[in-house]
Protein backbone atom coordinates (compact mmCIF):
# COMPACT_ATOMS: atom_id res chain seq x y z
CA UNK A 1 0.00 0.00 0.00
CA UNK A 2 0.83 3.21 -1.14
CA UNK A 3 0.35 6.49 0.76
CA UNK A 4 2.05 9.56 -0.05
CA UNK A 5 5.66 9.21 -0.44
CA UNK A 6 5.40 6.03 1.98
CA UNK A 7 4.90 2.36 1.25
CA UNK A 8 3.15 -0.23 3.62
CA UNK A 9 3.51 -3.74 4.06
CA UNK A 10 0.28 -4.97 4.87
CA UNK A 11 -0.30 -8.70 6.40
CA UNK A 12 -2.08 -10.15 9.26
CA UNK A 13 -0.41 -12.53 11.21
CA UNK A 14 -1.79 -14.62 14.06
CA UNK A 15 -1.42 -12.45 16.53
CA UNK A 16 -2.73 -9.62 14.85
CA UNK A 17 -5.48 -11.91 13.80
CA UNK A 18 -6.34 -12.84 17.32
CA UNK A 19 -6.32 -9.10 18.70
CA UNK A 20 -8.55 -7.96 15.76
CA UNK A 21 -10.79 -11.21 16.20
CA UNK A 22 -11.37 -9.22 19.97
CA UNK A 23 -11.77 -5.85 18.92
CA UNK A 24 -13.94 -6.56 16.81
CA UNK A 25 -15.88 -9.15 18.35
CA UNK A 26 -15.90 -11.30 15.27
CA UNK A 27 -14.24 -12.80 13.08
CA UNK A 28 -12.15 -10.41 10.59
CA UNK A 29 -13.94 -11.93 7.39
CA UNK A 30 -17.18 -11.02 9.03
CA UNK A 31 -16.79 -7.10 8.31
CA UNK A 32 -17.96 -8.55 4.60
CA UNK A 33 -20.62 -9.84 5.14
CA UNK A 34 -23.35 -9.80 2.32
CA UNK A 35 -26.41 -9.49 4.87
CA UNK A 36 -29.14 -7.29 3.61
CA UNK A 37 -31.14 -4.94 5.74
CA UNK A 38 -34.14 -3.36 4.55
CA UNK A 39 -33.07 -4.62 0.92
CA UNK A 40 -29.44 -2.57 1.23
CA UNK A 41 -26.21 -4.38 1.30
CA UNK A 42 -24.37 -3.74 4.08
CA UNK A 43 -21.13 -1.78 3.89
CA UNK A 44 -18.34 -2.50 6.89
CA UNK A 45 -18.34 -0.01 9.37
CA UNK A 46 -15.26 2.73 8.80
CA UNK A 47 -13.91 1.85 12.17
CA UNK A 48 -14.04 -2.18 11.12
CA UNK A 49 -11.76 -1.32 8.34
CA UNK A 50 -9.95 1.00 10.07
CA UNK A 51 -8.87 -1.13 12.68
CA UNK A 52 -8.09 -4.27 9.46
CA UNK A 53 -6.03 -1.75 8.62
CA UNK A 54 -4.48 -1.17 11.50
CA UNK A 55 -3.87 -4.65 12.81
CA UNK A 56 -2.43 -5.04 8.96
CA UNK A 57 0.12 -2.15 9.17
CA UNK A 58 0.91 -3.51 12.93
CA UNK A 59 2.81 -7.09 11.67
CA UNK A 60 5.41 -4.84 9.68
CA UNK A 61 5.25 -1.80 11.25
CA UNK A 62 4.76 -2.67 14.74
CA UNK A 63 5.24 1.15 16.70
CA UNK A 64 2.15 2.20 14.34
CA UNK A 65 -0.27 3.80 16.78
CA UNK A 66 -3.73 4.22 15.52
CA UNK A 67 -3.59 7.59 15.47
CA UNK A 68 -1.19 6.81 12.72
CA UNK A 69 -3.62 4.88 10.78
CA UNK A 70 -6.35 7.57 10.71
CA UNK A 71 -3.63 10.15 9.19
CA UNK A 72 -3.32 6.90 6.41
CA UNK A 73 -6.82 6.70 6.28
CA UNK A 74 -7.15 10.19 5.42
CA UNK A 75 -4.60 11.07 2.96
CA UNK A 76 -5.37 7.13 1.30
CA UNK A 77 -8.81 9.36 0.74
CA UNK A 78 -7.47 12.63 -0.04
CA UNK A 79 -5.32 10.91 -2.79
CA UNK A 80 -9.08 10.39 -4.64
CA UNK A 81 -9.38 6.37 -3.46
CA UNK A 82 -12.48 5.51 -2.25
CA UNK A 83 -13.94 2.75 0.52
CA UNK A 84 -14.80 0.19 -1.73
CA UNK A 85 -10.85 0.71 -3.31
CA UNK A 86 -10.14 0.15 1.09
CA UNK A 87 -11.95 -3.30 1.01
CA UNK A 88 -10.49 -4.82 -1.95
CA UNK A 89 -7.25 -4.09 -0.34
CA UNK A 90 -7.90 -5.49 2.97
CA UNK A 91 -9.35 -8.87 0.92
CA UNK A 92 -6.03 -8.75 -0.56
CA UNK A 93 -4.33 -8.63 2.64
CA UNK A 94 -6.88 -11.68 3.93
CA UNK A 95 -6.01 -13.68 0.78
CA UNK A 96 -2.24 -13.12 1.64
CA UNK A 97 -2.58 -13.71 5.06
CA UNK A 98 -4.40 -17.09 4.55
CA UNK A 99 -7.45 -16.36 5.63
CA UNK A 100 -9.05 -17.12 1.90
CA UNK A 101 -7.15 -18.83 -0.77
CA UNK A 102 -6.15 -16.56 -3.20
CA UNK A 103 -7.66 -16.94 -7.03
CA UNK A 104 -4.91 -19.19 -9.45
CA UNK A 105 -5.94 -20.48 -12.30
CA UNK A 106 -4.24 -23.92 -13.26
CA UNK A 107 -2.47 -23.20 -15.75
CA UNK A 108 -2.85 -26.84 -16.74
CA UNK A 109 -6.96 -26.24 -16.83
CA UNK A 110 -8.41 -26.18 -20.30
CA UNK A 111 -10.32 -23.98 -21.62
Given at each position: MTVGDKDYKLRIGCAEAVDLEEKLGKHPLNIFSKAQ??????????SDLVFCLYYALLHYQPKTELKDVYEIYDKYMDEG??????????????????????????STEKN
Open positions: EGGIPRMPKIHQQSDLILLLMKVFEVSGFVREDKKD
